[in-house]
Structure formats: C-alpha cells, structure tokens
C-alpha cells in the first residue's frame, strides 16, 4: 500500500494528493452533458469549505444533507471533508416523521435540503436548534451555492486525526430507534486504501457512478475509489440500465446493487461487444444470486466480483481481483461467496459465548480493523451491546468461511430485509403499521422478488369488530414511511402463527408467502 501523500488523516487531503496534476482534465461528465474538471471540483469545495468556515461552527458540528444527486452535492461533501466537519447524509425518499427523528437525534449545525422541501425540513431545522438552512438543487441553484461563491477558491483543508469522526451514517435499529453510526477519517481513509489496491484500480479508469450519495455504497465505495485514483466518472444522477450500457464503452468500472445488474440483463443491448472495454463490475449491499451472476457471465463474457460490506464496518469481505497470496495465489470469483476478508480486516465466524468456529462451521460473522466505526452516536450502551468482549463487532450476519477461505453468507440473525440494496426493518414498518385505525398486530416479513431481490409482505390482525382495507394501509404507510420501506403487498389475516413462547414464526409466513412474486 502506498504510504499517504499528506502528514494527516483529513480524507479529503488524501483523495486531493491524487488529483491529476494537470487540473484541466475532465474529472466528471453527467448524464445531462455537464462536464467537470478536477479544477471544478476543488474550486468549488473549496467555496463551499469556505462558506462553512464562515460559519464558526463548533469541533464536531454535523452537516445534515437531504438532496437529489448532483456533482454539487458531491462537492458539498469533499467541503464537510475540508472543513473538518461531519457529514450527515439523508435519504432523499425519507419523509417528514423520518427527517424529524433524523435533525432531532442528531442535532445538525447546518441542514441542507432541496428548495423543494425547505418550507417543512427549515422547520424541523429550527425547531431542533439548527442554525443554518441552506437550499440545494440538483440544477446548479440554491441558497448554499449562491452564498458559496462569495467565499474563495482556496481553502488549506483542517488536519483530521484518524479518530476524528467524518460522516455519521444512520441505519435502521432491529428494534426501536435507527442508530447514527460514527465513521472517522481513519475509517474512510483505510478502506479507500485497501480497496484501490485490492481492486487493482487505475488512474486511466473511468468509473461509472450509477448510485445514490446518500449511503456507503455511492458515496464512500464509489467515489472515494474514483477519486483517490485521480480517475474519472461518468455520473449518473438515477440509474438508467440502458445509459449504462451506452457508457460501457468509455468506461472501465462499475459498480451496482444486484437490482442494478437485474435491469441490465433485461436490455438486449447488453452484449459482450457493448462490455469489451469494461474492466472490472462489482456488486455488493445485498446478495447477488447465483443465476444473475451467471447469466451477467454469459451475456457479458465478465465474472461479477461481489464484496460485502456495512455501514458500521465499510468494505470487510471481497472476491479477489487478480491472484490473492495470502489464500494460495486463488484468483476466481466465486458466485454466491463474498470472497475474502480485505487486508487488514480480520473476520471471523463465531459461535456461542463469541468462540471462533472451525471452517465450514455456520455462525455469526465478527469483524475487527482500522475500518470498524467508532460507535453509535449518542449510543454507548447500544455500541457496547455490539461488540465482544475482546473488541470485535458482530455484523448480525450469518455466514461461514470454507477451507479455501471464501466467505459465504447465509442469513442474518437481525430481522432485515434488503429491498434493492437498501434495508428495511420489519420493527419499524410494523409500528406504523400498528399505529393505523382498526388494527391489532402486524407482521412484516421479506419474499423474493424478482427485481428488488426482496421486498416486504404485511400480514395485518384487525381489531375484533374492525375492518381494516390492506390497500388503506399501503396508502396510509406511504404517507408515514420511504416509499421503499413500504410493503409491496398487505393481507388481513385471522391469526399469525406463533410458537409456544407466543412469538410470531416470521419464517413460516416466509415460507407461505415465497412464491409471492414468483
Ligand atoms: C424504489 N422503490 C423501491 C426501491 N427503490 N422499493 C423497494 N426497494 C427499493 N430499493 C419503490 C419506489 O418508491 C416506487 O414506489 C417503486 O418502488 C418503483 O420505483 P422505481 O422507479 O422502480 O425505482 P427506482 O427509482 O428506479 O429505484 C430503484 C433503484 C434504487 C435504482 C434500484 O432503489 C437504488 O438506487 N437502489 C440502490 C440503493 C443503494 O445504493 N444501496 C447501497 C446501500 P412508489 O411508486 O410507491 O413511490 S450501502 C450498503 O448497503 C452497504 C454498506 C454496502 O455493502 O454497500
Ligand atoms: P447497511 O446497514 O446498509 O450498511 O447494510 C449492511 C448489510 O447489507 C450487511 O449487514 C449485510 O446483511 C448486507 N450486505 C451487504 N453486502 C452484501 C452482500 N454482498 N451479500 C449479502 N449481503 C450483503
């Protein structure tokens, strides 16, 4: 691994050093024709630093951002980076309740949302303490970039220690309340480290960014591996498959959620002549079953490299890009493993009372390195809760390591389900359920689904003498919940089938309800 170029661990110092030298070269071209140079972006995070700076924000003051895709929103970012700040990125499908927890538990100096949204999310803002509401759309307007360009183009980044928190990063709580997972600069810079090499990443790569920047895939995974190897992205402000192809041929990598890879192999322009001059495509976040992992190596004549990764943890596992040494010199990618831990990860598959198991042997996954969070925001007891005794965190994954050493995943111990890479919690969904008229209990469980990889079903218990409509319930969710985290079909049910404890036996209505969307 190349040592840093820069005496410190801001991250964005790092990703700077590796900027091309000559700054006039594109750096980004969007897919409404923009096209950014390297110059562009460190001008315009500079600016936006800057504005930041202005501010005379406390150490540690968060930076909450509820955007669409934009390269703005992405140098707004590299300016949290700069300004030695904390990034808060929000789901742009979350709604009102959802925002409102969000500001509230997190208390962000500056909020930044779309001019859409203003009225409602200032409001929250304020109320919770927020003292700065910027607007940004994915248009080039808004308050923040026209209160940025009073500010310079130059800014000497803050110096990061390794420990010093960059970006908290909420993921939804098994049960009651999503928790913020703290993510230093140590974290983000260790990762991108590892994953450039590991990736065998180039600076005349171009990458196609098809993702969302509000979660680790798109904004850490993809980005920060485009940028901390001076390469260039094509950028993609919503995944179109058929752009995607068309782009094949002036880039070099992708990388998607398996529903990405899905619509794909429904083009019949994805052909081994439109993927010639790809090199690598990866895909991760949720699991790539085995027939789309074929039928991408028998349309494409390319082998999909999966990896596995979390927000509290960033990359852990990943099949091998060329011949890994440390496992006999093996270089396939196998379909349906996550491949190896990356360097400098340790994973383990633990058994009960935390004790490692032999290979083969199916347990929980526990990871430990330079890449695990810092904790819960706000959290202890919660962060204490997920770690051992001797400091590893339990991933809530199951899964086993085979004697070859690849990792293959099998379920989860958390009750989740990965809906188009991104996870909903049943415990959530059925609280809002149950909070709706007429209703006594729910049960939310995940089926397989052939675009979204899985989805959620509602099986709703009315009240005795109430009736309760399931599409009344679609439509009040909507209302309440990220559309994503609505369940894509509701029955009314008489009873839920339980255990002799009285708990509800989630997988017999997995089970009965599989061939849903069949
Ligand atoms: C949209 N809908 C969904 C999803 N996306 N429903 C379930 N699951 C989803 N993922 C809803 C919409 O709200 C809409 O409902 C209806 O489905 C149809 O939407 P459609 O137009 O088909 O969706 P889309 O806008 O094309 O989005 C699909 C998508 C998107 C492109 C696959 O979901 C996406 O970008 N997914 C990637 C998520 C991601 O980046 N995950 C990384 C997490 P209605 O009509 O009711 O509104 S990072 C992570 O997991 C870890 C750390 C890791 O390892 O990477
Ligand atoms: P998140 O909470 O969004 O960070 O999602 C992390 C979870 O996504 C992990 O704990 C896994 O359950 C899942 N995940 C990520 N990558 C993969 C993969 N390649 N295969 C299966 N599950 C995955």
New binding site residues.
């Given amino acids: 691994m190349k040592p840093p170029a820069v005496d410190h661990h801001n991250v964005w110092s790092h990703l700077r050093a590796a900027f091309p030298a000559d700054l006039d070269r594109w750096a980004v071209e969007t897919d409404t024709g923009l096209i950014y140079t390297w110059r562009d972006l460190d001008r315009a995070s500079a600016m936006m630093a800057n504005l930041l700076a202005s501010l005379g924000l406390p150490e540690g003051a968060r930076v909450a951002v509820q955007v669409n895709k934009s390269v703005e929103a992405m140098a707004l970012y590299l300016a949290t980076l700069r300004a030695g700040l904390v990034f808060l990125p929000l789901n742009t499908?979350y709604q009102k309740a959802e925002i409102e927890y969000f500001i509230g538990d997190a208390e962000p100096a500056v909020v930044v949302c779309t001019g859409a949204n203003f009225g409602w999310v200032s409001k929250i803002a304020f109320k919770a303490g927020t003292a700065y509401v910027f607007t940004l759309n994915d248009d080039r307007t808004g308050s923040l970039l026209e209160r940025a360009v009073h500010h310079s183009d130059v800014h000497a980044p803050v110096p990061r220690q390794a420990d010093d928190l960059a970006a908290i990063l909420y993921t939804s709580g098994t049960t009651g309340r999503s928790k913020g997972a703290m993510l230093t600069h140590g974290n983000l810079l260790s990762n991108a480290l590892v994953l450039r090499d590991y990736w065998g990443w180039q600076p005349d790569d171009v990458l196609i960014h098809?993702?969302?920047i509000f979660?680790?895939?798109?904004l850490f995974?993809a980005l920060h591996g485009a940028l901390i190897n001076g390469s260039p992205m094509l950028w993609m402000s919503?995944?179109d498959p058929q752009t995607a192809i068309g782009w094949f041929s002036r880039a070099t990598v992708f990388m998607?959620?398996p529903?990405?890879y899905v619509?794909m192999l429904a083009e019949p322009g994805l052909t081994p002549e439109a993927a010639r001059h790809m090199r690598l495509f990866i895909s991760?976040?949720?699991p790539l079953l085995i027939d789309t992992f074929e039928a991408w190596r028998q349309r494409t004549g390319h082998t999909i490299l999966e990896?596995?990764?979390?927000?509290e943890t960033?990359?852990l596992t990943s099949n091998p890009y060329r011949a890994d040494a440390r496992y006999g010199g093996q270089s396939e990618r196998r379909g349906g493993t996550v491949g190896f831990p990356l360097p400098g990860v340790e994973v383990r598959v633990a058994g009960e009372g935390d004790r490692p198991l032999p290979a083969s042997e199916i347990g929980g996954i526990q990871v430990r390195g330079p890449n695990v969070f810092k904790g819960y925001w706000r959290m202890p007891d919660k962060t204490r809760e997920e770690f051992t005794a001797d400091g590893w965190f339990r991933t809530g994954d199951l899964g086993f390591q085979d004697e070859r050493g690849y990792i293959t995943i099998v379920g989860r111990s958390k009750d989740l389900i990965?809906?188009?890479?991104?996870?909903?919690y049943p415990a959530e969904v059925e609280g809002a359920i149950n909070e709706l008229p007429g209703v006594a209990e729910s049960a939310v469980v995940g089926v397989p689904h052939p675009?979204?990889g899985e989805?959620g079903v509602a099986l709703v218990i009315a009240q005795p003498g109430q009736a309760v409509d399931p599409e009344q319930v679609i439509a009040a969710l909507?209302g309440r919940l990220?559309?994503?985290?609505?369940p894509?079909r509701c029955y009314v049910v008489a009873e839920l089938p339980r255990n002799t404890m009285g708990k509800v036996q989630k997988n017999l209505l997995r089970e009965q309800y599989r061939g849903l969307f069949a």
Wanted: aromatic fraction near 12%; charged fraction near 15%; charge should be positive.
């Fill in positions: 499908a098809a993702l969302p979660h680790v895939h798109g995974v919503k995944f998607g959620v529903t990405l619509r991760g976040s949720a990896r596995y990764g979390m927000s960033l990359m990965i809906s188009g890479g991104y996870n909903v675009d979204f989805v909507k990220a559309h994503f985290k609505v894509k």
